[in-house]
């Protein structure tokens, strides 16, 4: 599991984490519990795209902080863009974020409303295969229903916050990727023995 004690720890992320009672202000409080010194770089409506689009003067200031680890809280404001950008955005940040020397991990969008919920897969997906096993899929921790919201269904009540901030960090604090690694090559080796045992004729017919 990541280590955060005495280390330097950034979360970029969107308005979700851009103040104290929100999630991801909320996941920084329990980091720091845990002995981290942490950072919050975060927009009001900020996505991959326009963290490079209208903000790249932001990485200057993570620069100066010299982060150990990253925290890439994005993709709500992805939702709709084309799913080659994000990946070429979400990459850009992980590859600009790990050349300063910090091990990079990413949380997913958490869930939508209805009228949203249709694009959050692709950017799911897109962020998943851009992180590999140090993405965490924020909506499997709300579980089936959704944590606490305000009346726009996006942002979040002080107690939505509060407990799902607590979970991103139990989460991040638990992550092993060893056993995400393992368990990743073991379901695409059944894929692959699945494929070559159809191709050879080894499916059983009766």
């Known amino acids: 599991m990541p280590n955060v004690r005495g280390r330097r720890v950034v979360i970029v992320g969107d308005s979700l984490s ?18 981290a010194t942490v950072l919050v770089n975060a927009r009001v409506g900020r996505s991959a795209h326009s963290f490079y689009a209208a903000e790249a003067s932001q990485l200057d200031d993570i620069v100066q902080f010299q982060p ?3 925290i890439v809280w994005l993709g709500t404001n992805d939702c709709g863009q084309r799913p080659s950008v994000i990946a070429q955005r979400m990459a850009q940040l992980r590859d600009d974020l790990g050349e300063l020397g910090a091990e990079v991990w990413a ?7 209805a009228r949203l919920a249709g694009c959050r897969p692709a950017v799911v997906s897109t962020m998943a295969t851009v992180f590999g ?10 579980g089936t229903k959704m944590v606490g919201r305000t009346a726009d269904g996006v942002h979040f009540t002080r107690a939505g916050a509060r407990a799902l901030g607590e979970r991103m960090a139990s ?22 023995l699945g494929a070559l045992a159809l191709r050879g004729g080894g499916a059983v017919g009766v």
């Open 171 to 192: 989460a991040f604090l638990d992550a092993d990727v060893g056993g995400r690694l393992l368990v990743e090559l073991g379901l695409a080796l059944g894929l692959v």
């Open 18 to 35: 851009a103040a104290a009672g929100a999630p991801g202000g909320e996941l920084a409080a329990e980091l720091r519990a845990a002995g």
């Open 68 to 70: 150990e680890l990253a």
């Open 107 to 113: 949380f997913g969008p958490a869930q939508l409303p």
């Open 133 to 142: 096993p140090r993405f965490i899929d924020t909506a499997a921790l709300e």
